[in-house]
């Protein structure tokens, strides 16, 4: 049984974090900056004071989000064995448990309308996979 290399768990997440946030930022403001924008007049949200009080947290949930997906790399590249195809397999699940389920619940919730959930499933889906080849290529066994 090998070993895990906390470090590249930790610089690959790091990576992987960064490559998430640069492309949620872009993808929200390609694909949802109006949808966005009257979700939070529906939900009667100031928009300014949202977005500033709610970045951190938006930066701060992607970089352990890119944690947990190089964590879970690595944890299966000994049945998988390295590379791309072991990546998209880990991004995959991250991607069901993080983005599926969330964004299911906030459709049953009628928080969001299933067109930004689908838009944000299908963009969150590139995210993690992009994320997970930058964050898997700087993993390296002990």
Same mark, same amino acid.
């Given at each position: 049984m090998s070993h895990l290399n906390w470090k590249r768990i930790l610089l690959g997440g790091l990576l992987a974090g960064l490559?998430? +946030? !640069? &492309?949620? #930022?872009?993808?929200?403001?390609?694909? !949802?900056?109006?949808? #966005?924008?009257?979700?939070?007049?529906? !939900?009667q949200l100031d928009q300014d004071?949202?977005?500033?009080? +709610? &970045? &951190?947290?938006? &930066?701060?949930?992607?970089?352990?989000?890119?944690?947990?997906?190089?964590?879970?790399?690595?944890?299966?590249?000994?049945?998988?064995?390295?590379?791309?195809?072991?990546?998209?397999?880990?991004?995959?699940?991250?991607?069901? !448990?993080?983005?599926g389920l969330f964004l299911s619940a906030m459709v049953f919730l009628q928080l969001f309308s299933t067109h930004i959930a689908l838009l944000t499933l299908l963009w969150g889906f590139f995210e993690t996979l992009a994320a997970s080849l930058a964050g898997a290529w700087l993993y390296r066994e002990p």
């Open positions: 490559v998430l +946030n !640069l &492309l949620s #930022m872009g993808g929200v403001h390609l694909f !949802l900056a109006d949808q #966005m924008h009257s979700l939070h007049h529906r !939900l004071r949202s977005f500033h009080a +709610n &970045l &951190l947290k938006h &930066l701060g949930m992607h970089f352990a989000l890119g944690l947990i997906l190089v964590w879970f790399y690595a944890a299966i590249r000994p049945r998988f064995g390295p590379g791309p195809r072991t990546a998209l397999i880990a991004s995959t699940a991250v991607w069901l !448990l993080a983005y």
